[in-house]
T-cell receptor, first 117, second 116 residues
């Protein structure tokens, strides 16, 4: 079984500042993938970043970086230089990479980020 | 990038009627698609896994006779909410995955269903 925990229901950050959204996970799969998605108020799910459990380096994609600490089972998303358009719901998700659990994503409860002036 | 198109984006229907939602992968083939349901201010809950050419796999607690899924081709999956009731009102969103173990799921824009 897999479980994703996002303990921050809501976060505020000032424009141009950096913000960290927390995500911890639990899984029995030896290899797994971790994902972050952004959901604006319009509803679509936008893929942001991916981290594989065996990746040696933390993933980065533009202003997004993933602080992956495998021993602590955490995969926090860091957004640098926040912009007003970053205001949205953010979901952490994971899936096992073994047959049978592959592809099926398990989502956390989400964190609502509000970027202020 | 991979594009998943979902239609309609919103629908209002009367109790007792059926509603069909389409999910298409526009620029890639998807042997597997997923249907999620999202209640307001909540996370996405997987309803079923749609497999091309075979029966869908439903999650526990999801009525397969209520939520009919058909994956007729490598680019199209449909979800039909049969005999809809107000409690079926929700946001339904589909997703598809490209080949590759580390490929992300790409989501449609979702369908907001309101049953009156």
């Amino acid at each position: 079984a897999q479980k994703i925990t996002q303990t921050q229901p809501g976060m505020f950050v000032q424009e141009k500042e950096a913000v960290t959204l927390d995500c911890t996970y639990d899984t029995s799969d030896p290899s797994y993938g971790l994902f972050w998605y952004k959901q604006p108020s319009s509803g679509e799910m936008i893929f942001l970043i991916y981290q594989g459990s065996y990746d040696q380096q933390n993933a980065t994609e533009g202003r997004y970086s993933l602080n992956f600490q495998k021993a602590r089972k955490s995969a926090n998303l860091v957004i640098s230089a926040s912009q007003l358009g970053d205001s949205a719901m953010y979901f952490c998700a994971m899936r096992g990479l073994n047959t049978g659990t592959a592809s099926k994503l398990t989502f956390g409860t989400g964190t609502r980020l509000q970027v202020t002036l | 990038g991979a594009v998943v198109s979902q239609h309609p984006s919103w629908v209002i229907c009367k109790s007792g009627t059926s509603v069909k939602i389409e999910c298409r992968s526009l620029d890639f083939q998807a042997t597997t698609m997923f249907w999620y349901r999202q209640f307001p201010k909540q996370s996405l809950m997987l309803m079923a896994t749609s497999n091309e050419g075979s029966k869908a796999t439903y999650e526990q607690g999801v009525e397969k006779d209520k939520f009919l899924i058909n994956h007729a081709s490598l680019t199209l999956s449909t979800l039909t909410v049969t005999s809809a009731h107000p409690e079926d009102s929700s946001f339904y969103i589909c997703s598809a995955q490209m080949a590759g173990y580390n490929s992300p799921l790409h989501f449609g824009n979702g369908t907001r269903l309101t049953v009156t």
